[in-house]
C-alpha cells in the first residue's frame, strides 16, 4: 500500500518539476520566450476581404448549422429522458 503512496507522490513531483518556475527569465518578467527558440517577430493578421454579401450568407450559414445542433442536442436529450423516465417506470412498477 505504502508502495502505491510514494509512487504517486513521486510522479507528483517528478510533474512538478516539468513546469515553469515563476522566477523572472528576463528583465521584465516576460515569461512568453521561456521556450521559445527564435525572437518572436510582431505578426501582422490578415483577414479575407468580404462583400457585405457574402458576409451575410457566412453568418446566416452559421447561425442555420448552430440552429441544427441545437436541435439535434434537444432531440438527444429527449431521447435520453424518455428513455429513463421509461426505464424507472418498468423497474418500479
Avoid: C, H, W
Wanted: charged share 30%.
Amino acid at each position: 500500500m505504502s508502495g502505491s503512496i510514494q509512487d504517486m507522490n513521486n510522479r507528483v513531483n517528478q510533474n512538478r518539476s516539468l513546469k515553469p518556475s515563476n522566477r523572472a527569465r528576463f528583465k521584465d518578467n516576460n515569461r512568453d520566450n521561456i521556450y521559445s527558440d527564435t525572437v518572436p517577430a510582431l505578426t501582422k493578421l490578415n483577414f479575407k476581404k468580404v462583400s457585405e454579401i457574402e458576409l451575410k450568407k457566412i453568418k446566416d450559414r452559421i447561425k442555420n448549422r448552430a440552429l441544427k445542433d441545437r436541435n439535434r442536442e434537444m432531440f438527444i436529450f429527449l431521447v435520453i429522458a424518455l428513455t429513463l423516465v421509461a426505464t424507472l417506470f418498468i423497474l418500479f412498477k
